[in-house]
T-cell receptor
Framework: AQSVAQPEDQVNVAEGNPLTVKCTYSVSGNPYLFWYVQYPNRGLQFLLKYITGDNLVKGSYGFEAEFNKSQTSFHLKKPSALVSDSALYFCAVRGNNAGNMLTFGGGTRLMVKP | GAVVSQHPSWVICKSGTSVKIECRSLDFQATTMFWYRQFPKQSLMLMATSNEGSKATYEQGVEKDKFLINHASLTLSTLTVTSAHPEDSSFYIC????????????FGPGTRLTVT
């Protein structure tokens, strides 16, 4: 069975500082990895994905994530946080079979303080 | 980009009544649609997967007679919560997979259901 762990329920960072939201995964075969952001009472917005290729993936709103196969991690990063980045972030994984479902991590709340 | 809409965005209903939530893919064909449920401050839990023209596949623990899913066309899936109870109050999110892209899933804005 595939699984995703987001070890931090909440991450606090000051505006302008770099941020990291951690994610580790477990899946059979090659992983497809995703990050989504959710604002209050809203659906999920896609940030970025890793399918294959370069381990460093760049996505929306200045976010990026690094795929590390040996550590089975896919941490989300941003060089300079904005207050507007405050939201709930979900990491998700699916296996590389067409029928595989997305499995979500528990979510990490990012709080950026001015 | 691909857009998924949900209607209504929020609904309040009385115990015992049924409520239908629509999920539409606006600019692509969705051969597969997914329904998720999210409790406050929790992650998304997959309820069921539906493929156009066939019966939905429900996750373990999800009552198929209570949560009726219909995927009658490549752009529309509906979730009907039958005989709703207060414990069914939740945030329901649909997602659609583009027939032309096996990697992507696009999410709707969600529907807040409150059962009184």
């Amino acid at each position: 069975a595939q699984s995703v762990a987001q070890p931090e329920d909440q991450v606090n960072v000051a505006e302008g500082n770099p941020l990291t939201v951690k994610c580790t995964y477990s899946v059979s075969g090659n992983p497809y990895l995703f990050w989504y952001v959710q604002y209050p009472n809203r659906g999920l917005q896609f940030l970025l994905k890793y399918i294959t290729g370069d381990n460093l993936v760049k996505g929306s709103y200045g976010f990026e994530a690094e795929f590390n196969k040996s550590q089975t991690s896919f941490h989300l990063k941003k060089p300079s946080a904005l207050v507007s980045d405050s939201a709930l972030y979900f990491c998700a994984v699916r296996g590389n079979n067409a029928g595989n479902m997305l499995t979500f991590g528990g979510g990490t709340r990012l709080m950026v303080k001015p | 980009g691909a857009v998924v809409s949900q209607h209504p965005s929020w609904v309040i209903c009385k115990s015992g009544t049924s409520v239908k939530i629509e999920c539409r893919s606006l600019d692509f064909q969705a051969t597969t649609m997914f329904w998720y449920r999210q409790f406050p401050k929790q992650s998304l839990m997959l309820m069921a997967t539906s493929n156009e023209g066939s019966k939905a596949t429900y996750e373990q623990g999800v009552e198929k007679d209570k949560f009726l899913i219909n995927h009658a066309s490549l752009t529309l899936s509906t979730l009907t919560v039958t005989s709703a109870h207060p414990e069914d109050s939740s945030f329901y999110i649909c997602s659609a997979r583009d027939a032309g892209q096996i990697y992507e899933q696009y999410f709707g804005p969600g529907t807040r259901l409150t059962v009184t």
